[in-house]
């Protein structure tokens, strides 16, 4: 670099006659060094590819695109160019959080309801816990590690701090203020406001005090019944899935009774940004939940203060609308506002299912005039219900899919503009098209899954990059989780013409991952890399979908197992967020050293006859009670053991009232029954019992460690498991066991595909089952037992070189250079006998040594490729 700034010097004090060769010569040796950088930066990303432990690290959030940075400030369009930083930073939050135009100030209405009660130690320490470590401060710069480590010194400090918030219906007005952080829109234009996404950084103690109170709201209104069926958004229990499959139901009714259904998609401009403060107040009002959680979520509204950090200043607005996108309570504040739309009442066969600000509009009726009838007729009901809340409709993005052979669709105005027509809309990330068949939906995902094959493209190269093992997991966590979003949808039973678009999806990614040639079977890198073909993947999936969230059966040839065999899981709040377990009630020490008083030994156990769970009770030595029962071979150990504890904690509250210990040598059982959130029943119905009986304690006791009542409890459960006639109690079937039902399902129309396919032959002979786990060949390894490789033989079959014939003579196979070529003695292994040859790759690709050899084989013909192409000339 100091040489070129040197020949630049010369060139420049040169005289008249010598500048322009100078200047050549400079440009010349400019354009060497340009290439040493670009040279050196590929060399240096490559090692630092190929170095990478984490297959999540700074490698992969570079070529994901994963580390966004905010937005710079840049003038707005009909601004003043020439404002200094500080002037931009505020018309830029003018634009994004502007007033209201009429605030409609309603009269303070006294909420006629009861108190809640305070929270609790349990109930905070729980928000606390699940606090993310990895989310930024907001304006005070105190994180939630600090939040942490304060609360773990001070447990009562923020208790008392929030209750007495709590009392005052006064959310503290530091806790209010937000800390703007814009990110651009792609492809959106730079110079206008609604392209940059504001992203507020909230004190982190004021969320977890909104944590706190939005947990208590949406108890409240889900226990009352508040919320519409038709709501998926932000609820517990509810998903995409769900939402999808509700309006997919609804189009499938319409065309299966001969109608024309109608689906309107409707677009609300920043729903988020814009509702009205005073809408939320009056809903709140309306809500029927208790006062104090009414009045404080009311004043929370109030005083709402945004700033915009300049390198002159901060920047202040109020903010007078809207819920800041970062914010713990705008989801469910938004349900409240939305409930009263998804309420009302629809004209016939119309239905308007929403997932949060996502409204789809679905109508069938037998007549064009009827349906334009009925959609205009809805369309004014949404748009009052818009006008009462301030909300606008972007009629520009708001269009309508028409299923039906109707050569004219109806004619749809909204506000006097026309809606139009669309040949396919997108729904919660979902492509439904008029002909409904995916077409559109799969174009997109082929788009989607091109980009991320480029960005593997990036840190994965065939000699070069991450190892095969971190491109096989980021294309099952990244890739495969993009391609299987709503596939209950659309791959529930997937065509061959779909399969087919999901094979040449995948492909790329077999290619990418294995490092193998282009005309590599698809079929034999599947097998290699315990990779299934992506239609099935999907479609096992989508098969679990319907059973687990869904609760609907799948048709009777892939299984006749009814939903309600299954273990459903468990959602919401069945008790009061408040209600939390004593400290003392539950120990996970090793509880072995209490010898004294009343103690119920639990346990529960499988083998390969059965699965039993038993209890026994012992006062100091004495085994006073015994109580086992056998499960099905289906349940699991923990469903034995979570029901074991179960009936240990039903028979100590039928004991006289007396301090009791329950031991039990699972701890996954003891948390999930101290978790009022549990997602198991059982755990759940004992939590319940345990909050209303205190006296009843529960410790965790190292298994086989010579107890008494341990090693009873654990002979009765094997007893029980063991006995064929032993009394049975029926108990729901876990999700593992669907899981493992419908992966066998996957591999079994896998292996019949494998073992009837006409492509990679010669891996089958190798590797005849197929296995989710992958064999962990390296790429030299896959180009020699596939065939596909730097062999003459392979590259004149693709006229890529002029004689299939090696230099010594012999026609050039991989075998060949294996076991008799002269060039290649010092990786020669014992020849085969022609018929013996399918034998021989298969010991060969089982033993560790003959692969390792074979590994260096092919790198020394790859660094030698003219040694073995005979000269032609």
């Known amino acids: 670099k100091n040489r070129l700034k040197a020949l630049r010097r010369r060139a420049q004090r040169a005289p008249q006659d010598q500048r322009n060769a100078r200047f050549q010569f400079h440009k010349e040796e400019l354009k060497k060094y340009m290439r040493k950088v670009k040279t050196a930066k590929n060399s240096g990303w490559k090692s630092f590819c190929t170095i990478a432990t984490n297959p999540y690290g700074a490698h992969y959030k570079a070529a994901f695109r994963k580390a966004i940075k905010p937005a710079e400030l840049i003038a707005l369009n009909n601004q003043d160019p020439s404002g200094n930083h500080l002037k931009i930073a505020q018309d830029i939050l003018e634009k994004i959080f502007p007033h209201p135009a009429n605030s409609n100030s309603s009269t303070y209405i006294p909420p006629c309801t009861a108190n809640d009660c305070p929270f609790t130690k349990g109930e905070v320490a729980t928000v606390i816990h699940h606090l993310s470590k990895g989310k930024a401060p907001g304006p005070d710069g105190i994180d939630n590690i600090i939040i942490q480590q304060i609360f773990k010194k001070f447990p009562f400090l923020l208790m008392e701090l929030f209750n007495t918030c709590l009392k005052l219906a006064k959310f503290p007005d530091p806790f209010k203020v937000g800390n703007i952080i814009l990110f651009h829109k792609h492809g959106k234009s730079k110079t206008e406001a609604s392209s940059y996404r504001p992203i507020s950084l909230l004190p982190t103690i004021g969320k977890v005090l909104e944590k706190l109170l939005t947990q208590r709201l949406s108890f409240h209104l889900e226990k009352n019944n508040r919320l519409s069926n038709l709501q998926y958004g932000f609820r517990e229990g509810r998903s995409t899935e769900m939402a999808i499959t509700k309006l997919l139901d609804t189009i499938h009714k319409g065309k299966a009774s001969g109608d024309h259904v109608l689906v309107l998609s409707i677009d609300i401009k920043g729903a988020f940004d814009n509702i009205q403060h005073s809408a939320i107040s009056s809903y ?4 029927k939940c208790p006062a104090n959680i009414v009045n404080i979520f009311k004043n929370l509204l109030q005083n709402r203060k945004v700033i915009l950090n300049t390198c002159e200043g901060p920047a202040i607005r109020d903010q007078k609308q809207g819920c800041p996108q970062g914010s713990c309570s705008g989801p469910a504040l938004w349900n409240l506002v939305a409930n009263e739309i998804l309420q009302e009442n629809w004209p016939i066969n119309t239905s308007i299912p929403a997932f949060s600000d996502d409204f789809v509009l679905v109508s069938h009726a037998p007549t064009r005039v009827q349906l334009e ?6 369309i004014a009901k949404f748009s009052t219900w818009t006008s009462k809340n301030q909300l606008q409709i972007s009629a520009e993005k708001t269009n309508y899919l028409l299923i039906s052979k109707l050569v004219r ?25 008029e002909k409904m068949n995916w077409n559109t939906h799969l174009k997109a995902q082929s788009t989607r899954a091109t980009q991320l094959y480029h960005n593997l493209l990036k840190i994965a190269g065939k000699s070069w990059g991450v190892p095969l093992i971190h491109r096989r997991t980021l294309y099952k966590t990244v890739t495969e989780r993009v391609l299987a979003h709503g596939a209950v949808a659309w791959c529930l039973d997937p065509t061959v013409r779909i399969a087919r678009k999901l094979s040449t999806i995948q ?22 890399l315990g990779i299934p073909p992506l239609h099935l993947q999907l479609q096992r999936e989508a098969r679990g979908t319907p059973l687990f969230r869904l609760r609907l059966p799948l048709s009777t040839n892939i299984s ?4 309600s065999e299954i273990e459903e899981k468990a959602t919401g709040w069945s008790t009061h967020p408040s209600e939390h377990l004593s400290p003392t009630q539950i120990s996970l020490d090793d509880g072995g050293n209490i010898n004294t008083g009343l103690r119920i030994y639990t346990d529960g156990s499988k083998t390969e006859r059965g699965v039993g769970a038993a209890f026994c009770v012992l006062t100091d030595v004495n085994i006073t009670h015994r109580w086992s ?10 469903q034995a ?50 909050h209303s009986h205190p006296h009843i304690r ?7 460690a010579g107890y008494i009542g341990n090693e009873e409890a654990d002979r009765l459960a094997k007893e029980a498991a063991e006995t064929e006639n032993f009394p049975e109690t029926p108990l729901e079937l876990p999700k593992s066991f669907i899981k493992t039902f419908l992966r066998h399902k996957m591999l079994a129309t896998w292996q019949m595909a494998w073992d009837d396919g006409d492509t990679g032959r010669l891996i089958h002979n190798i590797i005849p089952k197929v296995s989710l786990h992958p064999i962990n060949w390296t790429r030299n390894e896959v180009l020699f037992f596939t065939g596909h490789g730097p062999f003459p033989s392979f590259l004149h079959r693709f006229n890529l070189a002029e004689t299939s014939f090696c230099s010594c003579g012999e026609i050039g196979t991989p075998i060949h250079y294996a076991t008799v070529c002269l060039l290649t003695t010092s990786y020669h292994m014992a020849p085969p006998s022609q018929q013996n040859q399918p034998i021989w790759f298969r010991r060969v690709a089982n033993n560790s040594t003959s692969r390792r050899k074979i590994h260096n084989l092919l790198h020394f013909l790859q660094r030698e490729t003219s040694l073995f192409r005979p000269d032609t000339n």
């Open 284 to 287: 709140l009002d309306n809500s």
């Open 373 to 378: 009838s009925q959609i205009n007729e809805s």
């Open 409 to 433: 669709g109806p004619t749809i105005r909204w506000q006097g503009e026309r809606i139009k027509r669309a040949h396919a809309i997108k729904y919660l990330g979902i492509y439904i098209d």
């Open 507 to 528: 492909r790329p990614f077999l290619l990418a991952i294995s490092g193998a040639y282009r005309t590599t079977s698809t079929a034999a890198l599947q097998v290699i």
């Open 560 to 563: 006749d197992i009814d939903p």
């Open 629 to 638: 029962t056998r499960l099905s071979l289906r349940n699991t150990v923990f």
């Open 641 to 690: 053991e979570i029901l074991a504890l179960l009936k240990a904690v039903e028979h100590a509250v039928s004991l006289p009232t007396q301090q009791l210990t329950i031991l039990v040598d699972n701890q996954a059982s003891i948390n999930s029954a101290a978790n009022p959130k549990s997602h198991n029943s059982i755990a759940r119905k004992i939590f319940k019992l345990l």
């Open 698 to 704: 529960v410790s965790w006791i190292k298994a086989h």
